[in-house]
């Protein structure tokens, strides 16, 4: 049956009552009207629904919401501070890294990730890292220009 959890959601405690095979992607968006995360595939192959999770990139489609309590969940809604773009999403406006928008929020926090781990020293090796994160409208040289500018 449903069981009553609080996740930890951009700084903010949110309680909610879920399913225990809800995704935290659709706790996100169905139950916290945190549209921003976006579903693509649903299965763990395009990166649209990627949050950081204690600082580290995970795909929300596949974690399960009841496994995330206690720890501190970011999304898209939460990487600016106050009217200040994140640097991150900074970038990606400098650098024009995204055409029709729908991956981006998972782009942002897959680079945020790369930088903050480490993996955005060399264009091979940040582009490896953003590899999980599709777009269709191929805006991937601009996406990794924004992804070293941050990192430089
Ligand atoms: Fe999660 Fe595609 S929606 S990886």
Known sequence: ???????R???QARLLRVEPRVTL?????????LTGTKKGCDQGQCGACT????GQRINSCLALAVMQQGK????IEGLA????????QAA??????????????????????CVSEGHATTDD??????????CRCGAYPNILAAVRDVAA
């Open 92 to 113: 990606f406006i400098k650098h024009d890294g995204f055409q029709c928008g729908y991956c981006t929020p998972g782009q942002i926090l897959s680079a945020v990730a």
């Open 81 to 88: 501070t106050g009217d200040e773009l994140h640097p991150m």
């Open 9 to 11: 959601v951009n700084g």
């Open 51 to 54: 949050v950081l999770v204690e």
């Open 25 to 33: 992607l659709d706790a996100l968006r169905e139950r916290l009207d």
């Open 125 to 134: 090796q940040a582009r490896e890292w953003m590899s999980g994160n599709l």
């Open 1 to 7: 049956g449903a069981t009553d959890i609080t996740l």
């Open 72 to 75: 501190e969940i970011t999304t």
